[in-house]
Every structure is written in structure tokens, then in C-alpha cells.
């Protein structure tokens, strides 16, 4: 157990020193840029950096002065201590990797109000000053002696990340026409006008056109340059739009404000291709470095193993659109172990058989694997019995049935604090997906990702 424990004032002398030292990250600028606020370039931006006067990325100035306040309050004079004044003076930057050596040493006592005046100093590692300053404080009268605090791990996840990836190489491409049924929302609409501007698609906005411009002006949303189909209702909407894709003349479907579970059968019967229907999610988890897909949590209620096998085939498609070249596919069931009484690792086990006789292609596959085993290395490592190469690092989750499918998927948005977006695979042309809480990022992310996979499928 570790303790903090302070210097009274009068256990203090003239000349006493104290020191720490630190070295700079890049979590280091991006926690201190959360916390204040300050999200100057210089300090965030390497592109913007390097071509300013040091060339580089640089820590806040202030970092510094937070190095001093810790020495202060925690070693000399230690807790207790009341801050008065602080100078600082700057003269060199601290880059990344820099370890800085904050020294503070005491100059003057005054005994009628406990004060002192010290000398501050920030040294980098060739001993040159960074930081120099005074600083008076009003030291502790008696002795204080604490359990050092045990602070929280932070876990620094920039929030659409993944998704501002996928929008920059959505820009790349062609931009497919997307029917968009019934935009009868402020975020149905605003979604495909945003991609619009994007250059991501060129949405084709399919209803009754009153009620597509009454949303527009209510949400203050520009429909200037953007292309109307009348029709007379919203049923109406989603018929044209289907047969806008039997004819080959729009590149995906938006569900806009159709419900998907109404638009599923129309869109199996009409824009067949031979695949089964399946819905994948691309999810940005925080604490997750790569993008992570779930699939089927949406149409197939009970696959059985052919299903189950074209959902993994989909679901690969999709991760190859990613980039992904050789996706780990982690076949999911409560438990490793190949067991009777559960049918899900029996179809598991019977999944990475087809995928080792070449069955189901483009993917390493393993299963049964339970969810955490699937995502977390540290469980995987605890896993008894075998090897994994998909176990701790799985880019697609192959759910058991829907119920779990759309479970893990609601979990990891509500819980976890992930993004999500999805697209209807195997029809003719993608559908894409959003649910009634999805913002604009999500839907713009479901054009980009429909760009991508149109322009791969295409090539």
C-alpha cells in the first residue's frame, strides 16, 4: 500500500527540493485537451503541426504548469497546501516522448502566515529548461499522512473514428443513387442530404413531395439541387423504389421511414439473387480498435445451418469492403465446447468444418467461441483446450439466431457506448438500415459503406 505524506511548515527549510519526473504521450494532450478544452491544432493536429514554427506536434503549454501543481501537492509541500500564486514562463516546447523533470525548490519562508516562495522548473531530458516560474503557496501546519488515491483507468476512444475512415473513402468512389423511401423524418431526410454533400451518394427522395418539403422547412434542411419522385402515399414510395431496383436504375434502397420488417419480404421476393437475406451491423466500440460486425440480428429468426452459412458468406462480403482481407469470423454459443444439448456449437463446429473444406471462403471461421472469449484477449487466453486465431480478435460475430444477434448488438450501442450502422445484404442492390434512434453520422455511414460495397461488387 502506498502513501502520501506532506512537509509542515515548520519542517521545512530554505533550499529543501523536491522533483518528479514524466513522460509526455499522446494520451497525455488528448486527456488534458478533454479536460480543458483547448483543442488548438498545434497540439492535436500533425498535419497542422508540422508545418508551424516547431515543426511537430507540441504539449499544451499548461501540461507543464499542471507538472508543477502535482509536485506541489503531493511532495513538497504536500497535502494541505493552499495555492497562492504560480508564474510560468515558457521557453522550449515539450514534443512527444520528452521526459520532463519538474523541480521545485524552496527560496523564502515567512512564518506569519506559513508562506513560501519557491522556484519552479521544468527541465527536459538534455537538463534545458522548458518551463521556469515561482510560485507561493501557504504550507500545511500539520502533519497529514493518506493512502495514495488509486485513480480510474481512462480509456481514450474517439467517438466515429472508424466512421469518419469510411466517409473519407466513401468520397473516393462514385457516388451510387440511393432510393430513399419516405424521408418523412428530420433524420431521414437530413441523413441523405448530408451524403449528398458529402459527394458520398446522390439520393433519390421518393414520397409525397409535400410532405418531403413540409420536413425540409420544418427542419431547416435545403432541398436545392436535390431530385423528388411524387408519389401519392408512402406505400406508394416503397413500390416505386423496388421497382426502381428491379429495373436496375437506383443502386441501393434506403428504408427511410418504412419499418424494415415491412420492407424485408417485398425486397426477398422481388430483388432475389439466389443469397439469403441478412442484415450485418458495423459497430465503432470504444475500447475495440478495429470496426466489428454482428450479423443477423435482424432477419433470420432461426437459421439452420445453410442459412447460417449464407449469413457468414454475407457477412464476409461486407469485411472485404472494410478492407478487411481475412476477416476472423467467431461462430457464437454460450460455451467452447461442442455440445449435444446445444444445437448453435453442433452448427458451429459444423461451419468451420465447410469453411476447412472450402465451403465458405475469404475468412478464417472458429466456434463454438462464447462472446467474451471472441472479443477479449485476455479471456481468449484462459480459453482450455486449443489455439485460436480468431479467439481475443474477431472482426464478424455470427450470432445463433435473432434473438442474440439483435441482443449483442443493442448492448453494445446502449451499453458500451458504440455506433452503429448496417446494411440488408444478399437482394439485388443493399438496403440500408437505421434504427429509430440512430443520428445523422449513423446514416450517412450506411451511404459511404453502400458506396464502398457497390463500387467493390462492381469492379
Known amino acids: 500500500m502506498q502513501y502520501i505524506e506532506n512537509r509542515t511548515f515548520d519542517e521545512i527549510a530554505v533550499g529543501d527540493v523536491a522533483e518528479m519526473a514524466r513522460t509526455l504521450t499522446a494520451e497525455d494532450i488528448e486527456l488534458f485537451a478533454v479536460m ?27 501540461w507543464g504548469g499542471a507538472l508543477i501543481s502535482a509536485v506541489l501537492g503531493t511532495k513538497l509541500p504536500g497535502p494541505g497546501t493552499i495555492y497562492l500564486n504560480q508564474s510560468l514562463s515558457f521557453r522550449r516546447p515539450v ?3 520528452d521526459t520532463i523533470t519538474t523541480r521545485v525548490t524552496v527560496r523564502e519562508k515567512h512564518a506569519d502566515k506559513s508562506r513560501l516562495v519557491l522556484d519552479c522548473a521544468c527541465l527536459n531530458d538534455a537538463g534545458k529548461p522548458v518551463i521556469l516560474g515561482e510560485a507561493e503557496v501557504i504550507a500545511p501546519d500539520h502533519k497529514i499522512r493518506r493512502e495514495r488515491a488509486h485513480l480510474p483507468d481512462v480509456h481514450l476512444h474517439h467517438h466515429g473514428a472508424i466512421y469518419d475512415r469510411l466517409l473519407a473513402r466513401g468520397r473516393e468512389f462514385h457516388s451510387p443513387r440511393i432510393a430513399v423511401i419516405a424521408p418523412a423524418t428530420q433524420a431521414t431526410l437530413e441523413g441523405p442530404l448530408e451524403a449528398r454533400r458529402l459527394g458520398i451518394s446522390d439520393p433519390l427522395l421518393i414520397g409525397p413531395e409535400p410532405m418531403i418539403r413540409r420536413v425540409a422547412d420544418d427542419a431547416g434542411l435545403s432541398l436545392d439541387g436535390a431530385e423528388i419522385l411524387h408519389t401519392d402515399s408512402i406505400s406508394a414510395a416503397q413500390e416505386a423504389a423496388l421497382a426502381l431496383a428491379e429495373a436496375g436504375e437506383v443502386d441501393a434502397i434506403d428504408q427511410g421511414t ?4 415491412k420492407l424485408v419480404k417485398p425486397v426477398r421476393a422481388r430483388l432475389k439473387t439466389g443469397r439469403i437475406l441478412s442484415h450485418v451491423v458495423a459497430l465503432d466500440v470504444p475500447g ?3 470496426p466489428l460486425l454482428v450479423t ?3 432477419v433470420n429468426v432461426a437459421p439452420d445451418l445453410d442459412a447460417k452459412a449464407g449469413i457468414i458468406r454475407n457477412a464476409i462480403d461486407l469485411a472485404h469492403t472494410l478492407l478487411i482481407d481475412q476477416p476472423r469470423v467467431a461462430i457464437l454459443s454460450a460455451v467452447e465446447e461442442v455440445t449435444p444439448a446445444l444445437p448453435s456449437t453442433l452448427d ?4 468451420c468444418k465447410m469453411a476447412h473444406r472450402g465451403q465458405i471462403t475469404g475468412a478464417v471461421l472458429d466456434g463454438p467461441l462464447a462472446f467474451d472469449t471472441a472479443i ?7 480459453m482450455p483446450g486449443r489455439g485460436s486465431d480468431v479467439a481475443g480478435q474477431a472482426d464478424i460475430l455470427v450470432a445463433p439466431d435473432f434473438e442474440a444477434g439483435k441482443m449483442i448488438a443493442k448492448q453494445l450501442t446502449h451499453l458500451a457506448g458504440a455506433e452503429m450502422t448496417g446494411l440488408l445484404m444478399g437482394a439485388k442492390v443493399p438496403v440500408l438500415t437505421a434504427g429509430r434512434n440512430d443520428g445523422m453520422r449513423a446514416r450517412v455511414a450506411s451511404a459511404a459503406l453502400a458506396s464502398l460495397y457497390i463500387t467493390r461488387r462492381g469492379a
Open 288 to 290: 475495440y480498435q478495429k
Open 376 to 382: 477479449s484477449m485476455v479471456a481468449a487466453k484462459t
Open 348 to 351: 458451429a463446429a459444423a461451419l
Open 296 to 298: 443477423d440480428g435482424l
Open 258 to 261: 418504412i419499418r424494415i420488417d
Open 95 to 97: 514534443g512527444l516522448g
Open 36 to 62: 480543458s478544452g483547448d483543442v488548438n491544432p498545434a497540439h492535436l493536429d500533425p498535419e497542422f503541426a508540422k508545418d508551424e514554427i516547431f515543426h511537430k506536434v507540441i504539449a499544451h503549454g499548461m
